[in-house]
């Protein structure tokens, strides 16, 4: 190869033009947004397939109709803001499979739809599209219809479901344990053979695929650390106060959301602090904000409320954390 | 950082975050130093640094030989020109560097015996440089010589080196850190010089040091150059010059980072080296500091790199300051069809530029040509807050925000997140998965911060 060919060739008759720009000259090829959401996905696939074995039908019904409902929104709403086509990065995609996976089977097909616009419209899009929301769109959606359809929400709802094995269609064990004092076996509700939402029940399927998320560093470590923590610590004193010895514990760590939550739903990075000392205060009020809710609320389960509310804390977190540059004296 | 430790040294042999992108040295790491023939003129811009411009002192039409000075440094932050060639001064024109500065510049026409710079190369690896004896130079004549040679600092910035080493009673000098990171990407130059004439750098070291009375003196090498950290060692034996091997990672250079990996101190932010009791300065710089007071020379060469997958045949060169860049880039074959960036520098911090009539100065470190593949893609999409520039910032600074700041034209925003701290190592804009041109943003940010604060 040498400098006198001709335009015509040149291999791969690339543009021969010479431009300038700014420094830096190189970027990381292997970063990308889309390749951070895709990662998602695979983080989240050893949940999706224990749910489709475990609830079948009403798994598949659940996150088809809402990561449809998701791409349709976007679409949508922000050809109504008169902006480019955004479908391509696949943040909703990712939001409607998260909002999918935390619905209970029978929800009805309208509740998972209504979630989904009113996650990626009020969640979202109204904030400026990926990157501007404050607030976790799949957690808004499913807050919404939570209050809405209380009912279809509910703690009944998860046991609604007809056809399958007992065990996925009794109470759910955080209800059951709240309500009625009885609790599930570790191993069931280790390996997911319990009722739930369809993608929380299974806490190894969870924390394989956040496993592999950390891995790729999309999704920090210190916010499940610090989340699961801070809820083994306020579950322990809870425990040895009452005298369960070790399977009050246990039992909170695996039962309900809270691996799903650690995981997937709180490590957005969109709505969580930006540096290592906030992410770890975010991840202990969080585990603080689950506890309260789950011990001294109505509601059995306490991940979404309190995710919603630290990420209302998330811009508060970030002024308080502002690191110090190097080389800045201490204040005299 | 953590586990690597400094054996012999205070600091830890790295520094907090940083990024590491590929080294690419591989195209350019074992090509020995090529001569360049003598150019037929040669452009030497009046000033080449930071400072004031130096004063002609020769007229159009005078014959002048070489290392005759050609322009007199006059103020304290100012360096003296000399001429590489033999030959006839000509009329000044005007050039544009590739660092956006039009400047006016002096030209010499070659005439009349030359004197072979491949001897001035060999000169440099193969004269046996003094050890010991520097008790016999007094340090204010060592800084007057170096000012008189007009030696600026070789690694890029080209600051007036007699003003760095000039002795100071309010700030003493402990350490003196001698720079062979070589952290940019493609750049091989410093590697070259370190394996190929190693004693002349201990030589200037020992010289400087005696300058600016330094206890310590340190060559700061990183661990992906085990040939030139071996050479330097024995080149260094039986002195009191140490050899420090640094963690390879991108900044290692910055003088800032190379203080804190080395020395374990930090750098007052708005501060220098000096107020933490360091001097810093580049193997090249002090190779051209020995090359002055033992032989006599002043600055009119120099070792760039011209590399890259964009040029046919990337080379280590010997130059003199003032030949074109495109005299450069024809000696090593041309752009290959698929060039797309010409930078002078390298790929992190370099400037990219596209007239290549601009002469070497004495800030070129090199070349890198890249192609349309390796080059940045131009779309940015929206910032999803990951954080990767905040575990990526040299600094600990939070580009991000600062970049909002920028975009929004939020001054105050910019100063509460100490945007002058950044000293522009492009590591955030490397990393950032949405593409995003932080440090333009951050530029930008820092001239509206300056604005605002002079309305």
């Known amino acids: 190869m040498n400098s006198a060919m001709s335009f015509d060739d040149r291999p791969g008759r690339k543009p021969p033009f010479i431009s300038v720009a700014g420094s830096p000259h190189i970027s990381d090829n292997r970063a990308g947004t889309r390749r951070m959401m895709v990662d998602v996905i695979l983080g989240l696939s050893p949940a999706i397939i224990v749910s489709l074995y475990l609830f079948q039908f009403y798994a598949l019904k659940q996150i088809l109709v809402c990561v449809v409902a998701c791409l349709a929104a976007e679409y949508l709403f922000v050809r109504m803001r008169g902006n480019a086509f955004t479908l391509k990065d696949c943040s909703a995609m990712v939001t409607g499979i998260i909002l999918g996976l935390s619905m209970p089977g029978s929800a009805p097909w309208f509740v998972g739809a209504l979630a989904s616009f009113v996650g990626i419209g009020i969640g979202k899009i109204v904030f400026g599209g990926v990157g501007m929301n404050i607030f976790n769109p799949a957690m808004v959606g499913r807050a919404f219809v939570m209050i809405a359809f209380a009912q279809l929400m509910g703690a009944g709802a998860y046991e609604n479901v007809t056809g399958l094995v007992d065990a996925v269609s009794g109470a759910t064990p955080l209800s059951a344990l709240k309500f009625n004092g009885v609790e599930t076996g570790i191993a069931p509700l280790f390996l997911g053979v319990t009722n739930g939402s369809v993608g929380e029940v299974s806490a190894l399927a969870c924390i394989l695929g956040g496993l592999y998320l950390i891995y790729r560093k999309t999704a920090s470590w210190q916010i499940p650390a610090s989340i699961l923590i801070t809820v083994a610590l306020i579950a322990g004193i809870t425990d040895l106060a009452g005298g369960y010895q070790g399977l009050f514990l246990l039992h909170h760590l695996f039962a309900g959301a809270l691996m799903f939550g650690a995981f997937f739903i709180a490590t957005d990075p969109v709505t969580s602090p930006l540096t290592s000392k906030g992410k770890m205060i975010f991840g202990v009020g969080t585990g603080c904000l689950i506890m309260v809710i789950r011990l001294f609320s109505g509601y059995p389960e306490g991940v979404m409320f309190a995710v919603l509310i630290m990420n209302a804390m998330t811009p508060l977190i970030n002024s308080w954390t502002i690191p110090k540059p190097m080389g800045q004296q201490k204040e005299a | ?455």
Not at chain 2, 40 to 60: A, E, F
Not at chain 2, 96 to 124: S, Y
Not at chain 2, 220 to 244: G, S
Not at chain 2, 307 to 312: A, L, N
């Open chain 2, 1 to 455: 950082m953590g586990l690597f430790k400094l054996k012999g040294f205070p600091g830890t042999g790295s520094f907090p975050h940083g990024v590491h992108p590929p080294d690419n040295k591989a195209l350019s790491a074992n090509m020995a130093v090529e001569v360049m023939p003598t150019p037929r003129t040669v452009t030497l811009p009046l000033l080449q640094h930071l400072g004031v411009p130096c004063k002609q002192i020769v007229k159009s039409g005078e014959m002048v030989s070489y290392g005759q000075m050609v322009g007199k440094g006059e103020a304290f932050v100012s360096a003296s020109l000399h001429a590489p060639i033999a030959g006839k001064v000509k009329r000044n024109t005007m050039v544009n560097l590739p660092n956006g500065r039009r400047l006016e510049a002096l030209t010499i026409e070659a005439d009349g015996e030359q004197l072979p710079p491949e001897r001035i190369w060999e000169d440099v690896k193969f004269t046996q440089w003094p050890k010991d004896g520097f008790s016999d130079y007094a340090p204010m004549d060592i800084v007057k010589k170096i000012q008189e040679s007009g030696i600026v600092g070789l690694g890029g910035a080209a600051f007036p080196t007699h003003v760095k080493v000039m002795p100071n009673d309010t700030r003493v000098i402990d350490t003196l850190v001698i720079n062979g990171c070589e952290c940019e990407p493609y750049l091989s130059c410093d590697y070259r010089l370190m394996v190929e004439a190693p004693d002349v750098i201990v030589t200037g070291a020992l010289l400087t040091a005696r300058a600016v009375s330094a206890r310590e003196i340190v060559v700061c090498v990183e661990d992906n150059k085990p040939e030139a950290i071996a050479r330097l060692e024995q080149a260094a034996q039986n002195t009191v010059v140490q050899i420090a091997v640094v963690k390879t990672k991108y900044p290692q250079g910055s003088e800032k980072q190379l203080v804190r990996a080395v020395v374990g101190l930090d750098i007052p932010l708005g501060g220098l080296p000096a107020d933490a009791g360091v001097a810093v300065s580049n193997v090249q710089t002090i190779a051209t500091v020995a090359r002055s007071i033992v032989k006599d020379i002043p600055l009119t060469h120099r070792v760039i790199t011209v590399s890259g997958r964009g040029i046919c045949n990337p080379k280590n060169i010997f130059v003199p300051i003032g030949i074109s860049l495109a005299e450069v880039v024809d000696f090593c074959g041309g752009l290959t069809p698929d060039a797309a960036r010409i930078i002078s520098g390298g790929p992190m911090m370099g400037f990219s530029f596209s007239d290549l009539s601009a002469p070497v100065t004495k800030g070129t470190s090199g070349l890198t040509i890249l192609t349309h593949d390796e080059v940045r893609k131009a779309e940015e999409t929206n910032c999803v807050r990951c954080g990767r520039c905040v575990d990526a910032c040299p600094m600990n600074l939070v580009p991000t925000k600062l970049g909002l700041a920028a975009r929004y034209k939020n001054p105050e925003l910019a100063a509460q997140y100490h945007i002058r701290a950044c000293v522009e190592c492009g590591s955030c804009s490397y990393v950032c998965p949405a593409k995003l041109n932080l440090v333009q943003l951050i530029r930008e940010g820092k001239a509206q911060l300056n604005a605002w604060e002079r309305r």
